[in-house]
């Protein structure tokens, strides 16, 4: 075994080692934990003698969260060895009408510290991403808004910096518009009605280069807060159901959403070059329970449910013309384990021909698609802790054909304190 591939597996098995070991010691957190206030069960560190509720009931929530995960790619890619990678999530959330008597009025900041190699980039190049929690090392300002309610909070205004993902399923396959995502955002308005409690709509309207002048141009998401009359608006509409009738339902619970996303600005066409006014994408996305094995008791989510996304974008001026995926899981597989997460899903993604012809004639690969498959576990210690060992398995990594299918193992943690 060459030295660089064994130094790799070594750091993989260390990492392995090192999340592994916070079992135990959050075990003990546990014991500890029992003393703590009302908010014992939702956070590592308690509920800090009561402060934590009285901070609480005053109008004051804060959150931090650490994600951490080990990757080894054991064959095919771009090489085998193994990365480590983390994020730690600081959010605020002030009730206005509590603090300063501003009714139905709430202020939300977060932001974001990560460090770490990807698994994607390093070891296996492929476009879909092992991990969807990577970030690259730096300090980001994630989100800063305000939200206003009316109607019982059926219908909510949010301005300020968002991230769009949190609310639409997005996978970027229109991928020269540089959507506000996670962990940068841009400054948008978004309005969102419930007339009941099956339908939901919600539309945006957000700053439509929040990276400019270049995609990765935005290091510590600054420049969310700036506007410029060149860049455009990136608009957003979709419509979802929540379906859930009660015992005696013809179908079991379940949310669907279907909607657009939209750009203002001009593209080159891929295979002309002439500007193409505006820039699009549909998607759906899915999540549907199957079978329940305790049908009659609430919010037990024991049982098999299915999950489906998919987005279709325009060939001629996107790398990636669509893309489905999803899969099936279960919560509570085992005996004594209710509330743990077995999860079997892939991803698939079609190059667009029009980039694929435009790329062969410059004289580079042909692109046709990339296909990843992943089983994982999610193993639930308690709220705040829990651990997620899982195997991802890419098949024509990158879409070209010219690297072998990719072979990864990996494990994840989450903390809540």
């Keep these: 075994m060459p030295p660089s591939v064994s130094r790799h597996r070594r750091s993989f098995l260390a990492a392995l080692l090192a999340l592994a070991a916070l079992a135990p010691v959050v075990s003990r957190a546990v014991d500890r934990s029992r003393l703590a206030g009302a908010n014992k069960d939702e956070f590592l560190t308690g509920d800090w003698g009561g402060r934590r509720s009285a901070w609480s009931a005053a109008g004051l929530d804060f959150a931090f969260a650490y994600t951490a995960a080990a990757y080894e790619n054991l064959a095919g890619g771009l090489a085998t060895g193994g990365t480590f990678e983390g994020t730690a999530d600081l959010s605020c959330d002030l009730d206005l009408a509590k603090l300063a008597g501003w009714t139905d009025l ?3 900041l977060s932001s974001v510290a990560a460090h770490g190699t990807s698994i994607s980039t390093r070891c296996v190049g492929d476009v879909n991403k092992i991990s969807s929690y990577y970030l690259d090392r730096g300090l980001y300002l ?4 305000l939200q206003k309610d009316w109607r019982q909070g059926t219908l909510t205004l949010r301005v300020g910096k968002m991230d769009a993902d949190l609310e639409f399923p997005l996978y970027s396959y229109a991928d020269a518009i540089p959507l506000p995502l996670y962990p940068t955002g841009a400054l948008g308005v978004r309005l969102s009605y419930e007339p009941n409690s099956v339908w939901f709509l919600s539309a945006a309207v957000y700053d439509g280069n929040p990276n400019e002048p270049g995609h990765d141009n935005n290091p510590h998401g600054l420049h969310g807060f700036s506007l410029g009359r060149s860049e455009g608006a990136t608009n957003l509409l979709m419509v979802g159901c929540n379906h859930d009738y009660g015992e005696n339902a013809p179908l079991p619970p379940g949310t669907w959403k279907i909607g657009v996303y939209q ?16 820039d699009f994408a ?3 996305n899915g999540d549907q329970t199957l079978w329940r094995e305790n049908p009659t008791v609430k919010d037990d989510a024991q049982g098999l449910a299915l999950y489906l ?23 509570g597989l085992l005996p004594g384990r209710d509330k743990d997460l077995a ?17 062969r004639a410059a004289g580079g690969p042909g692109y046709g698609f990339e296909n990843r498959w992943q089983f994982s576990y999610q193993i639930v210690f308690t709220k705040y802790f829990s651990l997620t060992p899982e195997i991802d398995y890419v098949v024509h990594p990158g879409g070209t054909g010219r690297l072998a299918n990719a072979t990864v193992l990996g494990l994840r943690t989450n903390l809540t304190f």
């Design 309 to 331: 996304v998919a987005e279709w974008a325009p060939a001629d001026r996107n790398t990636y013309h669509y893309g489905f995926g999803g899969g099936p899981y279960y919560t």
């Design 142 to 145: 994630n989100e800063v808004w």
């Design 106 to 108: 709430r202020l939300h």
């Design 282 to 284: 549909y998607f759906l």
């Design 263 to 278: 750009s203002t600005r001009s593209y080159p066409n891929l295979a002309t070059g002439a500007k193409e006014h505006g």
């Design 343 to 359: 999860y079997f899903n892939f991803l698939y993604t079609r190059f667009s021909p029009t980039y694929a012809a435009a790329a």
